[in-house]
């Protein structure tokens, strides 16, 4: 009787800030194990509408696989064909978002198989004109002198290079991937920064870049409260080698703790997150880091909203904005079914400085359960995302929210 007084009065608690929207929800993608299981990782969308993923296992060898959704032209039902069957020789059970590059290459990571199976990143390119088949070449394998593990997203700058975090030794590294001189073939790994649990430890979220070459991040652990860090690294000076690492705010569990996603910034420098532990209802937040005014250097940070439950819990994904600046995220847990909801956030109004949360989906396990990968958003407003379990195989979906 205790439990359900206690969730009586969080319903009461939250009832400003959480309202329920009804939307159209459609299921594209049923996955069945042949065609992939376990969607880890969210989509990439290229300019024809076609969305591109990997599943965490599946597909012929059950050591996961890259697809391509295509969006039906004059029917109904979305076409989906499997671009790589993962082998373990070529990498195994994916769990990272794929990037793409301006020629429709895509970049990824696989947490295992390589040949010390110990995971890979891979690019995967197109067929030539005339032809079918994707072709995929490995472009790095961790052996754990240099890393093990990965499961961070890759970033990408306007030269080529890739960036991510990885296990090594314990602790976890920054790395940077070289593209090969013209006539060459070989990728070149190098090491940036060693995480040390005291400036934070397991970063799995990707970094974000400003204007100036810096990068923000977060670490899901360590700090001055084993709760993980906000972190800032800064490039080398010309001539130097070394980047420099800023802990910039420490979490405490009050303030949320273990943050997962991927940081998001508005045009006026702020960054917005969620943490998947912590808060009021030890559930998670959502957050809001103000770079320092002119002339200090402390960030400030501002919890926002706290996840109860009934509003979902333990945020993984990361946010997505629209032009408006809502933005848009799911949970793992929570909801009425306690499987998973997407959810939207709304700006306060001027003057005020409530946002409010809407629920535009409830995950029941006919529609999916548990979301772990972010969304993505077409011009027309439609959501689009994956789940790890749940539809007609309780292997998967991805899934359609049409506002």
Do not use: C
């Amino acid at each position: 009787m205790k439990m359900f007084r206690n969730r009586i009065i969080l319903l009461m608690a939250v009832a400003i800030q959480n309202v329920a929207l009804a939307v159209q929800v459609e299921t594209l993608v049923d996955f069945n194990s042949m065609n992939g299981d376990a969607p880890e990782a969210g989509l990439v969308r290229d300019i024809q509408g076609n969305f591109y993923g990997t599943t965490y296992i599946g597909g012929f060898n059950d050591d996961g696989t890259v697809f391509r959704l295509t969006p039906p032209k004059g029917q109904t039902t979305w076409s989906l064909t499997t671009l790589l069957d993962f082998n373990n020789t070529n990498g195994a059970r994916p769990s990272s978002n794929l990037i793409r590059d301006t020629k429709g290459n895509l970049y990824g990571t696989t947490t295992q198989g390589g040949a010390h199976n110990l995971g890979v990143v891979f690019k995967l390119s197109p067929p030539p004109k005339g032809q079918i088949a994707w072709t995929q070449t490995t472009l790095q394998e961790f052996n754990g002198t240099n890393g093990a593990y990965p499961s961070a997203n890759l970033i990408r700058d306007v030269k080529g290079n890739l960036y991510g975090t990885i296990g090594k030794g314990g602790s976890y590294i920054f790395f940077k991937l070289s593209p090969p001189p013209k006539g060459q073939t070989t990728w070149t790994l190098t090491t940036l920064l060693d995480f040390n649990g005291t400036n934070g430890t397991n970063p799995i979220a990707n970094l974000i870049r400003d204007a100036k070459g810096n990068l923000y991040g977060t670490t899901r652990q360590g700090g001055a409260y084993s709760a993980g860090t906000f972190f800032k690294l800064s490039p080398p000076s010309k001539g130097k080698t070394t980047w420099t690492k800023t802990t910039l705010l420490d979490f405490n569990g009050t303030n949320g703790a273990s943050p997962y996603a991927n940081l998001i910034r508005d045009a006026k420098g702020n960054l917005y997150g969620t943490t998947r532990q912590g808060g009021a209802y030890s559930a998670g937040t959502f957050f809001k880091l103000s770079p320092p005014s002119k002339g200090k250097t402390t960030w400030t940070q501002t919890v926002l909203l706290d996840f109860n439950d009934m509003n979902g819990a333990n945020p993984p994904a990361t946010l997505i904005r629209d032009t408006k600046g809502n933005l848009y995220g799911t949970s793992y847990w929570g909801g009425a079914h306690n499987v998973g909801v997407v959810f939207k956030l709304s700006p306060p109004p001027k003057g005020h400085i409530a946002w409010t949360q809407t629920t535009l989906l409830e995950f029941n396990g006919t529609n999916g359960t548990y979301p772990s990968a972010n969304l993505i958003r077409d011009t027309k407003g439609n959501l689009y995302g994956t789940t790890q379990r749940g539809g007609a195989n309780d292997r998967g979906v991805v899934f359609k929210i049409t506002p």
